[in-house]
């Protein structure tokens, strides 16, 4: 099968702008998690785009509404790093989750497991990928890597969140835009 190469159209760009001022405005959202620390949404939001609409809507997205983030809420230094890291990210767990390999299962658990894993596998690639991206961006930033390595359980936690956030509301919100 001969799959025409598709160009993104002003449709693309409108829902590429929205979605990122949806992950601005997530990953503005923190929610208190143990002593001190904290966890925001932009990563489940990320990790939802690339389930639902794939890597290139999420890379795009996740890119700019981090750069966004950091760059209107004084995070300044991080705001290119967060641009390469989130977009990257974004793009790997996209092409995982709703990569290009054909839906061959037999029944309908075998779809739903495949999807799952698909998406488990995408969201854990892409975790990793912002964990090395941002451990090179603290050090390089604060000049420290002790400080770098200390950032860690955030960064994981924050995965681990957006991980579990993403595998529970992706599923619904891809029954209501089918």
């Known amino acids: ?3 025409k190469k598709r160009n993104l159209d002003g449709r693309d760009s409108v829902y590429i702008g929205v979605l990122s001022a949806m992950c601005a405005v997530a990953t503005a959202i923190k929610i208190p998690f143990g002593v001190g ?8 939001f990320l990790f939802m785009t ?7 809507y999420a890379g795009l997205s996740g890119a700019i509404g981090s750069a966004l983030y950091d760059l209107v809420l004084g995070f300044s230094p ?12 974004g793009l790997i767990a996209g092409l995982v989750a709703k990569g290009k390999w054909p839906e061959t299962a037999a029944s309908a658990w075998q779809l739903r497991t495949t999807w799952f894993l698909r998406a488990f596998l995408g969201c854990l690639l892409a975790a990793v ?3 090395g991206g941002y451990i ?6 604060t000049g420290s890597l002790a400080t770098a390595l200390a950032n860690i359980p955030s960064s994981l936690m924050t995965s681990g969140a957006g991980l579990v956030i993403a595998l529970l509301v992706s599923p619904k919100l891809r029954k209501l835009l089918s």
């Open 136 to 141: 090179a961006a603290w050090w390089q930033v």
């Open 78 to 89: 991080y705001t290119l790093w967060s641009f390469f890291i989130k977009g990257v990210a």
């Open 50 to 56: 690339a389930i639902v609409f794939g890597g290139v």
């Open 37 to 44: 620390a904290m966890v925001h949404l932009g990563t489940a």
């Open 1 to 3: 099968m001969i799959r």
């Open 129 to 131: 990928w912002t964990l």
